[in-house]
């Protein structure tokens, strides 16, 4: 059994929700640079310039990438030989977003859902807790900006639609979604479990390192597929046109009901930001 | 495609030189307001009541900055998805809105209200707020604060880079590239 304080994981909730604000991770960074590296239109090349302008400002005066710092979405993976102490984990978290949204100068855009009071310090959070084995403590933080999430969408389609359909629904949810969620965007897609699990599947996926293969090969090949249909949409950066719709579909999938084919789609934008530490 | 330089609002009778997928570079005062102070707007000019800010001539940017740095001017700022601002843009043109600076794609009636009023609807590039920071010269909340980021604020900018979407003509870069696509 290991002893972890809560304040010790209000502290890093805290530290990760500034860090991910300011900084890119290196796979999405390395990602749009490699956009430039070929011949674009002259909108494209100067959005192109502009993200990486961006990057280079918000890390050089500590403002955050995008003004919309998103709702917190935060995954925990918790060992079972971890003792939690000094108060309540969930609190801990909580309390965390909140430091780190008012330290970070980050906005605070949470707003009760019907009657749009704003809750001032940008929580709750999200928080999708796991356990599993071992004496550690992972915590990832997904800040998650409006535009892309309000174009995400979820289906139960029939089983006989089978993987024919599962992809149509993934490319008409990128069309549909035009230059909205601030493309290139990350697709990430949740296929099977239940009506909750396939958009927590979705979510999750959107973490995955982007030029990593998915180790299920149908799914890795899907991934493939899917890539290639949703950059000859012409959407393109920021949805000027192009080939560059998407920086990766990534794929999650469990088992399902057998009169139930779930699927959810979540998208990100090209701000694709998430930081993690294990405690 | 062109350059233009616009200075705001001296130049709103100049809006018939823009033409979807032109560039602008955009200085002078606009306003921020984005869906609760739309909301409020459209209920004052529905009760044929005053706005606490005059829309004739005037640019709205759908925007709700992060908070101010001290020291700094404004906050990482940019633009949000405009479409979700549909229902109120036909009233806020008749109170004589004639710049829409948002994000994302058109709603369907937008090309055909553009032309009516002579508005025009133009995209800054979205993910790019620390920059976008930049071009903010003051900033000054001029109408319900307690609204928080979405509180109206009165902007000075300098050499705003945009894209024109929407033109006075009735064309749409988004729409017009679909087709193409087709």
Known sequence: MRAIHVDEIRA????????????????????????????????TEMCLTQFRANREVAA??????????????????????????GGLLTDAVQQGVADGYRDGYLRKSIVTALSRINTEDNTPAVIHLRLVAGE?????????????????????????????????????TVKLAGANPCPPVIVGVGIGGNFESAPILAKQALMREIGSRNPDPELDELEQKLLMRINQLNIGVQGFGGPDTALAVFLESMPCHFASLPVAVNLNCHVARHQQVIL | MR??????????????????GDIVYLSGTIYTARDAAHRRFVSLLQAGEGTPVDLRDSAIFYAGPSPCLPGHVCGSIGPTTSSRMEIYKEDMMKAGMKLMIGKGSSDPGLPALCQRYGAAYLVAMGGVAALTAHCIRSMETVAWPELGAEAVRRLTVERLPLVVIDDIYGNDYFIDLAQKCE
């Open chain 1, 12 to 43: 890093a909730v805290r530290k990760l929700c500034i860090d991910a604000n300011l900084y890119l991770p290196s796979d999405v960074t390395a990602a749009l640079e490699n956009l430039s590296k070929k011949e674009n239109s002259p909108l």
């Open chain 1, 60 to 85: 050089a005066e500590g403002l955050a990438l995008c003004q919309d710092t998103g709702t917190a979405v935060v995954f925990i993976e918790l060992g079972q030989e971890v003792q939690i102490c």
């Open chain 1, 136 to 172: 550690h403590l992972l915590i990832r933080v997904l800040p998650k900006g409006g535009g892309a999430e309000n174009m995400s969408r979820m289906a139960m389609l029939k089983p006989s639609a089978g993987v024919e359909g599962v992809c149509d629904f993934v490319v008409d």
């Open chain 2, 3 to 20: 350059e233009h330089i616009l200075q705001w609002p001296e130049d709103a009778g100049k809006l018939d030189a823009l033409h979807s």
